[in-house]
Nanobody
Framework: QVQLVESGGGLVQAGGSLRLSCAAP????????MGWYRQAPGMQRELVAA???????DYADSVQGRFTISRDGAGNTAYLQMNSLKPEDTAVYYC??????????????????WGQGTPVTVSS
C-alpha cells in the first residue's frame, strides 16, 4: 500500500500564509500529476491545484493568484504555498498523486494515491 505524507497545515489568521508539503515514499519511481484537493465541512472535495511532470499547472478560480503549487526536482514531493489566506480557505487539504509507478519486488502502477489530509484553519 502506498500513501503520501502531508505536513504544514495549521491555524493562521486571515491574510497569513502557510506552506503544505506532500512526500511520496522512496519506493515510488514516478508520478504523472500531483495535486492538492480540499474538503470543507459539509462540502464535496474539490481540486485546488495540480502540476504535471512537465510543470504545467492548473488552479481553482478561487485560489488563482494566491496559491502556488510546485514539485521538487525528483518529482515525488509537492508543495502548496498559500498566501493571502481567507476564512473560506478553511478545510482539510489532501494531496493526490495520479498515475504512480512503484518499484520493489516488481513494478506496480496505481491510478490514484492519497495522503491522510492536513487541516488548515483560517481565522477572521
Amino acid at each position: 500500500q502506498v500513501q503520501l505524507v502531508e505536513s504544514g497545515g495549521g491555524l493562521v489568521q486571515a491574510g497569513g500564509s502557510l506552506r503544505l508539503s506532500c512526500a511520496a515514499p522512496g519506493s515510488v519511481f514516478s508520478i504523472n500529476t500531483m495535486g492538492w484537493y480540499r474538503q470543507a465541512p459539509g462540502m464535496q472535495r474539490e481540486l485546488v491545484a495540480a502540476i504535471t511532470t512537465g510543470g504545467s499547472t492548473d488552479y481553482a478560480d478561487s485560489v488563482q493568484g494566491r496559491f502556488t503549487i510546485s514539485r521538487d526536482g525528483a518529482g515525488n514531493t509537492a508543495y502548496l504555498q498559500m498566501n493571502s489566506l481567507k476564512p473560506e480557505d478553511t478545510a482539510v487539504y489532501y494531496c493526490n498523486a495520479h498515475e504512480v509507478v512503484v518499484r520493489g519486488g516488481g513494478w506496480s502502477t496505481y491510478l490514484d494515491v492519497w495522503g491522510q489530509g492536513t487541516p488548515v484553519t483560517v481565522s477572521s
